[in-house]
């Protein structure tokens, strides 16, 4: 089992929907959770962080954490094509010092 | 401010010969890293650095090295190129503090193809 799993998409939304991509876990005293977006050909942007459980907004994005669970997702609203990237999931490991990506999840918001 | 840059951009190297990727942070930030990325296998770590002076080893070490005599610079090693080490490598940082990670940060990364 990976340690960090996402479905590898492509998830396709039409434009102005809200797109939601998940991610799981298998460590459980992980404590700090990122997405990063990535644009073809570019490197990893980071868009978000959470540390605790719940929900925590940032404009379009909306990241929610359930440690219990072993759930964090992201969800985008208003969903624009420049939305359209891979989005990767990133966790810490148990020793705390580095970041464990998922695969990404690739979206795709059609016109 | 720049952030994180690499150097070169992108490059063309023969296998057998040695190469340095060049990573520099302006940011102060304490730890960095090097993953490289290829298609169906993620972000994979190669090296990171606590802390100037300080390197450990990733998930694919072999073949690579790393020194961090500074802050500011994590230059990546490839003694002798071989082809399985064509990709694109990416740098990251991150300011170390409190109990939780930190953000981390990637440069904008080296494409490199070894023939």
């Known amino acids: 089992q990976k340690e960090v799993e996402q479905n590898s998409g492509p998830l396709s939304v039409p434009e102005g929907a809200i797109a939601s991509l998940n991610c799981t876990y298998s460590?459980?005293?992980?404590?700090?959770f990122f997405w990063y977006r990535q644009y073809s050909g570019k490197s990893p942007e980071l868009i978000m962080s959470i540390y605790s459980n719940g929900d925590k907004e940032d404009g379009r994005f909306t990241a929610q954490l359930n440690k219990a669970s072993q759930y964090v997702s992201l969800l985008i609203r208003d969903s624009q094509p420049s939305d359209s990237a891979t989005y990767l999931c990133?966790?810490?490991?148990?020793?705390?010092?580095?970041?464990?990506f998922g695969g990404g999840t690739r979206l795709m918001v059609k016109p | 401010i720049a952030g994180i840059t690499q150097a070169p951009t992108s490059q063309i190297l023969a296998a057998g010969r040695r190469m340095t990727l060049r990573c520099t942070q302006d940011?102060?930030?304490?730890?960095m890293y090097w993953y490289r990325q290829d298609l169906g296998l993620g972000l994979r770590l190669i090296h990171y650095?606590?802390?100037?002076?300080?390197?450990g080893k990733g998930e694919v070490p072999d073949g690579y090295s790393v020194s961090r005599a500074n802050t500011d610079d994590f230059p990546l090693t490839l003694a002798s190129a071989v082809p399985s080490q064509t990709s694109v490598y990416f740098c990251?940082?991150?300011?170390?503090?409190?109990?939780?990670?930190?953000?981390?940060?990637f440069g904008p990364g080296t494409r490199l193809t070894v023939l």
């Open positions: 650095s606590n802390t100037a002076g300080t390197t």
């Open positions: 990251a940082s991150r300011k170390t503090s409190g109990s939780y990670f930190g953000e981390q940060f």
């Open positions: 940011m102060r930030h304490n730890a």
């Open positions: 460590d459980r005293v992980s404590q700090s």
């Open positions: 990133a966790v810490n490991n148990n020793a705390g010092n580095m970041l464990t």
